[in-house]
T-cell receptor, first 114, second 114 residues
């Protein structure tokens, strides 16, 4: 079992739809949960991060973490064609070994159709 | 304030040659992380450095790969005697303090070994 599982898609939605992206993980030491957006041939761009469990909202984006289920989600409301990109989840331990490194999912490729 | 600068953006090497990848962190950042993205794979942590120190190199292959972050100048990821399996995108990220919550990624160097 991989440490972080993420459905690679591709996921295609019409403009204005609500998008749900998800990751599951197996390492209970993970405390920081990040979502990155990566456009083709570019570097990852941090969208949001959450520490431990809970929800966090930033504009059209909402991140949720359920540590009991080892499941994290990113919701995008009112999706736009400019949201078309690959979305990467990433996690790290809060302290100790592995706290300085991120473990990434493979990424989900999203296309928002006008 | 310029972002994280990586060069070259594209690098072609023949099998057996050396590859040197450079990463200039953002101004004021003294923490650098290197990641490798193989085709169809997620980003994999390689090494974490602070100025003049390697803090965590648990993701670095034991042979042929080395990294440094001197007091002056960019961080360098060096791959000796490259093989076709080294073909990948190499990304670095930098941060002011330890941890990825305030880290920024560069655009990456795409290494092709022929």
């Amino acid at each position: 079992q991989k440490e972080v599982e993420q459905d690679p898609g591709p996921l295609s939605v019409p403009e204005g739809a609500i998008v749900s992206l998800n990751c599951t993980y197996s390492n209970s030491a993970f405390q920081y949960f990040m979502w990155y957006r990566q456009y083709s041939r570019k570097g990852p761009e941090l969208l949001m991060y959450t520490y431990s469990s809970g929800n966090k909202e930033d504009g059209r984006f909402t991140a949720q973490v359920d540590k009991s289920s080892k499941y994290i989600s990113l919701f995008i409301r009112d999706s736009q064609p400019s949201d078309s990109a690959t979305y990467l989840c990433a996690m790290s331990a809060g302290s100790g070994a592995g706290s300085y490194q991120l473990t990434f999912g493979k990424g989900t490729k999203l296309s928002v159709i006008p | 304030n310029a972002g994280v600068m990586q060069n070259p953006r594209h690098l072609v090497r023949r099998r057996g040659q050396e590859a040197r990848l450079r990463c200039s962190p953002m101004k004021g950042h003294s923490h650098v992380y290197w990641y490798r993205q193989l085709p169809e794979e997620g980003l994999k942590f390689m090494v974490y450095l602070q100025k003049e120190n390697i803090i965590d190199e648990s993701g670095m292959p034991k042979e042929r790969f080395s990294a440094e972050f001197p007091k002056e100048g960019p961080s360098i990821l060096r791959i000796q005697q490259v093989v076709r399996g080294d073909s990948a995108a190499y990304f670095c990220a930098s941060s002011q303090g330890a941890g990825h919550t305030e880290a920024f990624f560069g655009q990456g160097t795409r290494l092709t070994v022929v």
